[in-house]
């Protein structure tokens, strides 16, 4: 065995997790040394949107739920589909591994209360599709089954 295959074996003892989705292209990342600025274009991201999507940077509570991934004073970009139909669109493009906001189904409440986690599971059933959901730093699933409905916005990256 060559000391390459070693040191791969040697990195590769974890067990394989799903990771994020590829969504924004290395050629639409852009740094200007002159101007000292880091861009990216949300245009010709991979998915496949009819018009540019809107963008959050929210603020991330406290709760060490997705430590390792984010923290508290993260900046986290988030991305949501401009319309019902771009909407659509994201919720039919993300995947097991994908960090999103969703809205807890907490029965009639009106304001809800929001949990930004993992997608671990996902699947299909008589009333469509549905998630579950996991904080990385946590040893359960989220107690709650999700729907696209409940799906609010797709997490794309982190600037630490």
Excluded at 42 to 48: A, V
Excluded at 90 to 96: C, H, R, T, Y
Excluded at 121 to 149: A, C, E, H, Q
Aim: aromatic residues 12%.
């Amino acid at each position: 065995m060559s000391i390459l295959d070693s040191l791969i074996q040697l990195f590769r003892a974890g067990t394989e997790k799903p990771s994020p989705s590829d969504i924004v292209p290395e050629d639409n990342i852009r740094y200007s040394i002159t101007a000292g600025m880091l861009s990216i274009s949300l245009t010709g991201i991979n998915i496949p949107f009819t018009m540019p999507p809107r963008v959050w940077i929210p603020f991330i509570p406290d709760t060490n739920s997705m430590d390792g991934a984010f923290d508290y004073g993260n900046n986290n970009i988030l991305i949501q589909g401009f319309d019902s139909e771009n909407q659509k669109i994201m919720l039919n493009f993300i995947k097991v591994g994908d960090i999103c906001v969703y809205r807890i189904p907490l029965g009639t409440n009106p304001y809800g209360f929001y949990a930004i986690h993992r997608i671990v599971k996902m699947g299909k059933d008589s009333k469509g599709r549905w998630f579950r959901f996991k904080g990385d730093n946590v040893g359960w699933l989220d107690p709650y089954i999700s729907r696209d409905v409940n799906v609010e916005w797709l997490a794309i990256g982190t600037i630490f």
